[in-house]
């Protein structure tokens, strides 16, 4: 079974460009989730996606944005990146959302952003 | 506002020694409890989810417990190996389906 696959693995971009970061769920999962993980600030949780739908986001601004497909994808859209956007940014999936709350997430093994 | 701390943040300890992790949490409206490792420039490894009515689960060598009432956990590793060395996490699930997370405990386990 294919695990959670994240691309691209870097991704070098300058300030006030626009990232994308993509993510693909194991096959039969229906929530997504993103994480930044920035040096010396751990773990903070940006978004949620399940069945297609934004279902609770984290304390980020609004120039963090993402979709999730009709196959469960999903993309990390951020724009006018700044300098405190280097991070690991990481996807994870799991059963549906609201019955799966007890379900174990899957991480894959994220996307590294620098911001020059 | 939850809030999860991980003590201690680095932890090295001889090859084959019992250890123990500890998890504290400020708010008992937990949905669950789970901790992960990581390994440098990887992703999070899922190892044991508690679920807000249970008080421990095992797999293998690991134990973890969870005691809502103090707002605690531990995750206790028996027979360390070199192969246990990573990051540990702990996250709790919240009453807005988030998972809040602990800043880690590095664990080095000497050979």
């Known amino acids: 079974e294919a695990g959670v696959t994240q691309s691209p693995t870097h991704l070098i971009k300058t300030r006030g460009q626009q990232a994308t970061l993509r993510c693909s769920p194991i096959?039969?999962?229906?929530?997504v989730y993103w994480y930044q993980q920035a040096l010396g600030l751990g773990l903070q949780f940006l978004l949620w996606?399940?069945?297609?739908?934004?279902?609770n986001r984290g304390n980020f601004p609004p120039r963090f944005s993402g979709r999730q497909f009709p196959n469960y994808s999903s993309e990390l859209n951020v724009n006018a990146l700044e300098l405190e956007d280097s991070a690991l940014y990481l996807c994870?999936?799991?059963?549906?959302?609201?019955?799966?709350?007890?379900?174990?997430?899957?991480f894959g093994d994220g996307t590294r952003l620098s911001i020059l | 506002k939850q809030e999860v701390t991980q003590i201690p943040a680095a932890l090295s300890v001889p090859e084959g020694e019992n250890l123990v992790l500890n998890c504290s949490f400020t708010?008992?409206?937990?949905?669950?409890l789970q901790w992960f490792r990581q390994d440098p420039g990887k992703g999070l490894t899922s190892l044991l989810l508690?679920?807000?009515s249970q008080r421990e689960q095992t797999s293998g060598r690991l134990n973890a417990s969870l005691d809502k009432s103090s707002g605690r956990s531990t995750l206790y590793i028996a027979a360390s190996q070199p192969g246990d060395s990573a990051t540990y996490l702990c996250?709790?699930?919240?009453?807005?389906?988030?998972?809040?997370w602990g800043a880690g405990t590095k664990l080095i386990i000497k050979p």
């Open positions: 994870a999936s799991s059963t549906q959302g609201f019955v799966g709350i007890n379900q174990p997430q899957h």
């Open positions: 096959s039969g999962h229906t929530s």
């Open positions: 996606y399940d069945e297609g739908e934004e279902r």
């Open positions: 708010d008992s409206a937990i949905y669950n």
């Open positions: 508690i679920q807000s």
């Open positions: 996250a709790v699930g919240d009453s807005n389906y988030q998972l809040i």
